[in-house]
């Protein structure tokens, strides 16, 4: 078992690396890594990290970007952290404009379409305890059962990370909002990630919807990608068949992950468990023919 998609403390986890490794360990997990939003501080923290993990941990960032109209994610794994702190530095907006840009597009957006909040929702948001604005003013017009009538699916409604795939962050949406002018764009930041001399990755592919493949298929087909995130809890079978057999016919590399967050997204359990006989870890290569991340 393995796992290169976790979030700790330090972005929108509810664990430190600590807990996290432990937890690893625990279960018997060989590879991991901690992929924290737009930032690899985590990294900086570990100390003697051999003591919690027996495993081999591989560096990983989860990194925004704007691309094609939309929000997307793009995974980093492998760099020097060094490299991308510095790197970093000067990327993003700072974290209090663009977490504030999106509080008020989306609240102005909800208030358009005839949600009710409280009066003092805007000035209540700790951007220390929600990491995202989404997230907060998700929670707060959930407060008001009548609101329910203007989300147009029930997942949406109790998910704050399927509303903001499925709706502020697709075009044409009444709930969309755009961020061109807050965040980097894909080629930037896979710019970034290859100069810190790591490996770029398109995680939960399929997150986004009607756009999914469009956007994957221009990531893969202008050279931009080094794998996909073949294993995620969402997948069907058959999406998890589609990328590993996009991976091999474009030699791109595979990895997996659960996008642990701890108590934050319980329904998700960290480690990904591949089907029996289908991958070698030792010899870096899948008997599907896909190459493996470690």
Known sequence: MFDLHIHSDLSDGAD???????QAEALGLRCVSITDHDNCEVYAQMEQPERYFSGRIVTGIEMQAWHQGISIEILGYGFDVEKMR????????????????????????????????A????????????????????VEMRK??????LVPDAESWEREHV?????????????YVDESDLLPGADRVIEVIRAAGGLVFMPHVFGYGERALDVLHGLADAGLLD???CYYPSFTAEQTVYLLDFC????????GGSDWHGANRPENKMGVDAPVGQWTVG????????KILF
Not at 119 to 138: G, I, K, N, S
Not at 144 to 149: G, I, K, L, S, V
Not at 163 to 175: A, I, L, Q, V
Not at 248 to 255: G, N, Q, V, Y
Request: a negative charge; aromatic letters at 14%.
């Open 16 to 22: 430190d690396w600590k807990t996290i490794l432990q």
């Open 119 to 138: 009066p003092d929702v805007m000035q209540r948001y700790d951007p220390e305890q929600y990491f995202y604005a989404t997230e907060y003013l998700h």
């Open 163 to 175: 509303f903001f795939k499925r709706h502020t962050s697709r075009p044409g949406d009444p709930y």
């Open 283 to 290: 010899s870096g290569q899948s008997r599907c023919g896909g």
């Open 144 to 149: 008001f059962p009548e609101n329910r009538a």
């Open 248 to 255: 091999k016919e474009r030699d791109l590399l595979i990895s």
């Open 86 to 117: 510095g790197l970093l530095d000067g990327l993003y907006l700072p974290f209090e404009v663009i977490r504030g840009e999106e509080l008020r597009r989306l609240h102005a957006n909800s208030v358009a379409l005839g949600m009710r909040f």
């Open 227 to 229: 794998g996909v995130e």
